[in-house]
């Protein structure tokens, strides 16, 4: 039987989803969708006050390219409905990958993420929409549009009062 890790978490995005093409060193490519969140919680310490206490999780769920060169819908949708502040249920496996870089040769480097891969990961945004749109630069090449799209021009959507609120209350 295999061991298993199972990460289960509500948060706000801390930054805009970024959209990446991964060139492989085979000569294939994927696409990358990666995000971060924050949690917050509080504990009473020993003076008895509250003391705020913020973790922060870095996200990728990678898609495949179709035979024309696309990636699927759902990439681009989730790249534009994860917006920074925005409440994201996710389910995934903890993953740690080690690498090197041309600075340090050397030295191994971490980095432990939350893959959203598998047929038991989940991914969930809390709406309304906004017409806020954009891959943010990273280590990749951004992905900009959607080939999906029926170029419908966005409108501003009112936001309501109470998920105004909401949005102001604790960002990160």
Do not use: W
């Amino acid at each position: 039987m295999n061991d298993m890790s199972i990460f289960l978490a509500r948060g706000r995005a801390t930054g805009n989803a970024e959209l990446l093409e991964i060139n492989k060193t085979a000569g294939g490519k994927f696409g990358k969708l990666r995000f971060a969140i924050a949690i917050n919680s509080s504990y009473k310490g020993a003076n008895g006050k509250p003391v705020e206490n913020v973790q922060f999780h870095n996200c990728v769920k990678t898609y495949n390219f179709d035979d024309k060169g696309n990636l699927p819908k759902h990439a681009y949708d989730m790249r534009d409905m994860i917006l920074k502040g925005r409440k994201v249920t996710i389910k995934g496996k903890v993953s740690t990958r080690i690498f090197k870089t041309k600075e340090y040769p050397e030295l191994n480097q971490y980095a432990t993420e939350i893959d959203l891969n598998g047929y038991d990961s989940h991914l969930e945004v809390d709406l309304p929409p906004r017409s806020t749109t954009g891959a943010v630069a990273g280590g990749g090449t951004p992905i900009q549009g959607n080939p999906h799209s029926n170029d419908v021009q966005e409108q501003e959507v009112p936001v309501s009062p109470e998920i105004e609120q909401q949005l102001d209350e604790k960002p990160f």
